[in-house]
């Protein structure tokens, strides 16, 4: 199984126990409570395709695409004003202290989720090994997965998101979120 495959399934979880969060939430915090359960949606409607369990469907690729690219970049960051931490929110205070960080996840997704409706009509490469080895033969199109996790985003064109098998470009979107989470995100017990 890929590594997309992993992410997608903690990402679907992740979001699930969110869903118990929005108790009491209300005003901005609901409001990125909800774009984020949005986000776990799309996630969960293509991860059986990207694990190979249902067809590939183009359209849902670019339904979900334009629903990451809808909450992510200043649209995201705009959720997270000063002062909306603490509960029923599960944003720690890291996303205020290292706001530049969280930014440029916030603009990575936006870039990777552009890149996912690019890739949408390419089919996914499902491989049962390291995916990112065969994105573009030895080198992947991420780079360094720790630059990633820092919320770097690489330099990747448009050209190469639409060359790029539509799990590739799926795992990127994952790999943001992931990285978001980790830094960013307390989680539920």
């Known amino acids: 199984m890929n590594k ?13 126990a969110g869903a118990f969060a929005h108790n009491g939430a209300t005003g901005i915090v609901k409001e990125r409570m909800d774009a ?16 190979g369990e249902a067809a590939h469907d183009a359209d849902a ?10 909450h992510a970049g200043e649209s995201m960051t705009a959720l997270f004003p000063e002062g909306t931490g ?15 960080e969280f930014a440029s996840i916030a603009e990575q997704l936006a870039i990777f989720s552009a890149g996912l409706a690019l890739a949408a009509d390419n ?12 994105m573009m033969g030895e080198e992947t199109m991420m780079g360094d997965d720790s630059a990633a996790m820092m919320g770097v985003a690489p ?12 799990d590739g470009a799926f795992e ?13 995100r307390i989680e539920a017990n």
């Open 155 to 166: 330099a990747v064109d448009t050209i190469e998101f639409a060359a790029m098998p539509v």
């Open 172 to 184: 990127m979107v994952s790999q943001s979120c992931s990285a978001c989470h980790a830094k960013f």
């Open 86 to 100: 603490g509960s029923p929110s599960a944003a720690k205070d890291a996303v205020w202290e290292d706001w530049d």
């Open 61 to 70: 690729v670019r339904a979900a695409a334009a629903t990451f690219s809808v």
């Open 123 to 134: 089919p996914p490469i499902m491989a049962t090994g390291d995916m990112s080895a065969t």
């Open 36 to 51: 984020m359960m949005a986000m776990g949606n799309a996630v969960k409607a293509l991860a059986p395709m990207m694990r």
């Open 4 to 16: 997309s495959v992993y992410l997608a399934a903690a990402l679907v979880s992740s979001f699930a």
